[in-house]
């Protein structure tokens, strides 16, 4: 399963309440605050897009337990594909939610969870940040100063570490050359990923410098 769910990605998923049973089955008599997903980002991130153009959406119900955890999934609304089918449960299963509250205390509850699938011809999994937190920390330690934003397109490598940098437009020049700086000696990024092996590719980087308001990301509208 987990080489079948390593060929999709999640690119979207949204709680819609469900009600308080499930064929049948009454979890609990009623809830005043709905579970909420906790683990979006890694469960995003545990996908890659790989294989020939098609989008479809598989619609799960799941029972979040008192602590969070998904107790059962089924397929709600199929995406009319078995093996789609079967990677929507296996990701519904990987969830770790916010217990739904009833009177301020956890409840179990079903919800149901749309999985949207985009598998897009030759795409891969892009480059993401190994260290952002640490470098955010470093720049707001030693360039307190500074303020305004640096753009590179950075051609990441297959270790994970910048090959060739641009500059990328729109940018402050007063904070390019430690931009540069913080790229070239501490930025760390996890490489793109191809069906299971790493592979070179371009991201724009944005470091924003604004002391301990400061950020470094990979702006995904430029790619």
């Given amino acids: ?26 979890v609990s008599p009623t809830y005043d605050v709905p579970p909420v997903l906790a683990n979006r980002e890694e469960i995003t991130a545990a996908m890659s897009a790989v294989g020939a153009g098609l989008e479809t959406r598989v619609v799960l119900q799941v029972r979040v337990d008192e602590r969070g955890y998904v107790r059962e999934a089924q397929v709600a609304k199929s995406s009319g594909i078995e093996d789609l089918d079967a990677a929507a449960l296996w990701i519904g299963e990987q969830m770790r ?26 795409a891969v999994r892009p480059p993401r940040l190994q260290n952002a937190e640490e470098v955010v920390a470093v720049i707001a330690r030693d360039y307190t100063d500074l303020r305004g934003t640096a753009r590179f397109r950075v051609h990441v490598g297959s270790q994970g570490w910048a090959r060739q940098v641009r500059d990328s437009r729109p940018y402050d020049r007063e904070v390019m050359i430690p931009g540069r700086e913080l790229l070239d000696d501490r930025i760390k990024f996890w490489p793109a990923n191809r069906e299971g092996r790493p592979v070179n590719q371009w991201v724009t980087l944005v470091i924003e410098f604004a002391a301990e308001r400061s950020r470094i990301y990979i702006d995904e509208s430029d790619a």
């Avoid at 939610?97 to 949207?116: L, M, Y």
């Fill in 1 to 26: 399963m987990k080489a079948l769910v390593s060929k999709t990605f999640l690119t979207g998923i949204a709680l819609l309440l469900a009600t308080a049973g499930c064929g049948g089955k009454d």
């Fill in 97 to 122: 939610f916010e217990p739904a509250q009833h009177e301020g205390k956890a409840v179990s509850a079903w919800v149901q969870v749309p999985v949207t699938f985009d598998i897009v011809k030759y």
